[in-house]
């Protein structure tokens, strides 16, 4: 009987001996965690690389911190091309923030990569990336109400540090800032580009200066701008009406209060057609010194411009049936 009474004491007395180191390792302090957080940030330029234990411990409860963790995939035999253009960007937010004065601790950046994380991806049931979560503090000063993390979305956000850092701030409460490093190719390749065209203006200048100065020129412009307004494609532009209507075909929409965005293309190109005629009838016709040919220009001419308001007036009734309007008094 005393044997078995010292068996139990000694069994009682490993577990008790036990359980506390393996609860300890299981919920690390919150200090140790804020302490291997530091540590990692400052030797991978404010990165901490996770696999999948780091990943639940510091994702685990309690938080007195925020961290942003990004799932990857950066094996080249799995060539996921949006994560190797996100993971730059990321970067560049993480190293930003930590050279910002701000307090550190408030945010941490973590990113886990498929290889060291086999086990989180199927535990999230994750089957893309990348894949980037927030998790808000759960105690302390910045604690939110909602603890759960807040998944971004690169489908409406996009890829670029800029969005992640407007992303981050809002969670937050302060500014996450981007300082991208300069370009000097691309102000080289500006600066370039702006003296070769400078220097080719110049030598154009001449040919320039008679466009501009040239009365024909203005001219069709301005009545290309004027054709194109009083068609409608500005009520075009604001209202973005279908072009035609694919079940049958129609070019024209009934009704004065609707349009087709085909139709202001026709009635520009009538427009255009009235307008050439007139302007030869008034310039060329004139200087024609054969009388014959002179008659023939004129006959012709006027059958151009008025075969164009038959067929502008037919569509305006197709329009409305009643026009032309009549006032009666």
């Avoid at 086999?118 to 894949?131: S, V």
């Avoid at 979305?153 to 540090?161: C, E, I, L, Q, S």
Wanted: glycine residues 6%; charged residues 15%; positive net charge.
């Amino acid at each position: 009987m005393e044997k078995v009474f010292v068996f139990l004491f000694i069994l009682i007395f490993s577990f008790s001996c036990l359980l506390p180191s393996r609860v300890s390792a299981a919920k690390p302090s919150l200090e140790t965690k804020i302490h291997k957080l530091n540590e990692a940030t400052r030797k991978n330029q404010g990165v901490v690389e996770l696999d999948s234990s780091l990943y639940d411990e510091f994702t685990s409860k309690p938080r007195n911190y925020s961290i942003a963790i990004l799932l990857t995939a950066l094996d080249p035999q799995i060539n996921c091309v949006p994560c190797k253009e996100f993971d730059p960007e990321f970067r560049l937010v993480a190293k930003d923030w930590l050279g910002s004065g701000n307090v550190p601790s408030r945010l941490y950046f973590g990113v886990l990569d498929f290889k060291n994380g086999r086990e989180i991806y199927a535990k999230l049931n994750l089957n893309n990336a990348p894949t980037l979560f927030y998790f808000p503090p759960t105690t302390g000063q910045y604690a939110k109400e909602i603890s759960e993390p807040d998944r971004y979305d690169f489908n409406r956000r996009g890829f670029d540090a800029e969005s992640l850092a407007s992303f981050l701030s809002h969670h937050l409460g302060t500014q996450v800032p981007v300082n991208r490093p300069l370009n000097y190719f691309g102000i080289f390749i500006t600066i370039f580009f702006t003296l070769a065209g400078l220097a080719f203006l110049k030598s154009m200048y001449p040919i320039v200066q008679n466009l501009i100065q040239n009365k024909s020129v203005w001219t069709t412009f301005s009545l290309i701008t004027i054709f194109i307004m009083i068609s409608g494609h500005m009520w075009n532009h604001i209202r973005s009406p279908p072009y035609i209507i694919p079940q049958n075909g129609k070019i024209i929409a009934p009704g004065f209060s609707s349009q087709l965005g085909i139709e202001s293309q026709i009635v520009a190109i009538l427009y255009g057609s009235c307008a050439f005629s007139v302007v030869t009838l008034i310039i060329s016709v004139p200087k024609i010194e054969d009388k014959t040919k002179q008659r023939f220009g004129v006959y012709f001419w006027m059958g151009i411009l008025v075969a164009t308001f038959s067929v502008l007036f037919a569509l305006f009734r197709q329009k409305n049936s009643g026009y032309p309007f009549r006032l009666f008094i």
